[in-house]
């Protein structure tokens, strides 16, 4: 479905509008969407589509994924969190989770970003180059 870019501008000034200090505020995003809902201007469908695309990717990027081949201990956990509020801002959703195949290291993803030190990767290197 192509949109209008009266719909595509209406719908990004909704998302900055709904943003507080540099993040997305859940609140102003529902209120944004009802007060879009009860009014329903011309285009109210293609501006409400693009509002989800813009909420998706802002969260998307936001969320944090450590993968780890044992659970981490609590001090660890603290610090790597703490590394990834400092590069990507204090919004970041971070999730630690266990992943046996890397057999030892860390995998962690933020949005695109794809940091891998797991020895599971260095070994297909290794295998690579040989």
């Known amino acids: 479905m192509k949109i209008s870019k009266l719909a ?3 719908a990004r000034r909704l998302f900055r ?4 200090n540099g993040l997305l505020d859940e609140n102003r995003v529902r209120q944004s969407v009802s007060l ?6 011309h285009g109210y469908v293609e501006i409400l589509s693009r509002l989800y695309r813009l909420v998706k990717l802002d969260l998307e ?14 001090d660890l956990q603290a610090q790597v969190a703490n590394q ?3 590069i990507y801002g204090s919004g970041a959703d971070i999730a630690f989770s266990q992943n046996p195949a ?9 949005g ?6 797991s020895v599971r990767t260095r070994l297909e290197k290794l295998e690579q180059n040989f």
């Open 102 to 110: 890397l057999i030892g290291g860390l995998r962690i993803q933020v």
């Open 84 to 86: 990834i509020r400092k």
């Open 8 to 10: 595509q501008r209406e």
């Open 61 to 74: 990027q936001r969320a944090a994924r450590i993968e780890s081949a044992t659970r981490l201990p609590a």
């Open 17 to 20: 509008s709904c943003q507080a």
């Open 112 to 117: 695109s970003d794809l940091y891998d030190g």
């Open 36 to 41: 879009l809902l009860a009014g329903k201007p």
